[in-house]
């Protein structure tokens, strides 16, 4: 069984940084892209990054291009998304979810139960 | 921001159907596949149809879903109480700057 825990969130200040980290287990972790996505609170869903199963290819939402870096280290099954320049419209919950192929693509096959990052001073 | 426009909310009565659009453009639904997820209250999110029309295993028939052009449709059928969440449409956008979009979502309420 597929699982995925997401990890890092927690109140920051405006312009600070946070490291969100997810733990994969269940599957070929180096088999498959991941991504990011978030959900600010009672709002709908928001694609941030993704990542392919090699790394080589990385794309990111307009709104976080330049602010966030995601990353995932295959030996580890875990996956990263590095944030700065922290603004309060990024306070959601982020989701890391699974791919159904080994480049991004149209579909998140698995997601883990979400963290909850806060920028406000 | 949302890409895709789907309707905020449907409802309708214990065994009934609903329908939900999901509208794009040639960029990411006219040439890609759909998925659709389904968001139940206090959780995260589940995918529900992959590949415009396919179901993970565990889904009922009762969920369906096509494409035609640049919309995309889920049907629900034999509606239960259980049903009632909020539902996404998602795909991925080829154009200038491409990625991965998703529907504005449609809340199911169940009369």
């Known amino acids: 069984e597929v699982h995925l825990v997401e990890s890092g969130g927690g109140l920051v200040q405006p312009g600070r940084s946070l490291r969100l980290s997810c733990a994969a287990s269940?599957?070929?972790?180096?088999?498959?892209?991941m991504h990011w996505v978030r959900q600010p609170p009672g709002k709908g869903l928001q694609w941030v990054a993704g990542?392919?199963?090699?790394?080589?290819?990385?794309v990111y939402a307009e709104s976080v291009k330049g602010r966030f870096t995601i990353s995932r280290d295959n030996a580890e099954k875990s996956l990263y998304l590095e944030m700065s320049s922290l603004r309060p419209e990024d306070t959601a919950f982020y989701y890391c979810a699974k791919d159904i192929e080994g480049d991004p693509s149209s579909c998140l096959y698995d997601w883990g139960q979400g963290t909850l990052v806060t920028v406000s001073s | 921001q949302s890409v895709l426009t789907q309707p905020p909310s449907v409802s309708a009565a214990p065994g009934q159907q609903v329908t939900i659009s999901c509208s794009g453009t040639?960029?990411?639904?006219?040439?890609?596949?759909v998925s659709w997820y389904r968001q139940l209250p206090g959780t995260a999110p589940k995918l529900l149809i992959y590949d415009t029309y396919k179901r993970p295993s565990g889904i009922p028939d009762r969920f369906s879903a096509s494409k035609s052009g640049t919309s995309a449709t889920l049907v629900i059928t034999g509606l239960q109480t259980g049903d009632e969440a909020d539902f996404y449409c998602?795909?991925?956008?080829?154009?200038?700057?491409?990625?991965?979009?998703f529907g504005t979502g449609t809340k199911v309420t169940v009369l």
């Open positions: 990542i392919s199963w090699t790394s080589r290819v990385v």
């Open positions: 998602g795909t991925w956008d080829s154009g200038l700057r491409p990625g991965k979009v």
């Open positions: 040639s960029s990411n639904i006219g040439e890609n596949y």
């Open positions: 269940g599957f070929s972790f180096e088999d498959f892209a």
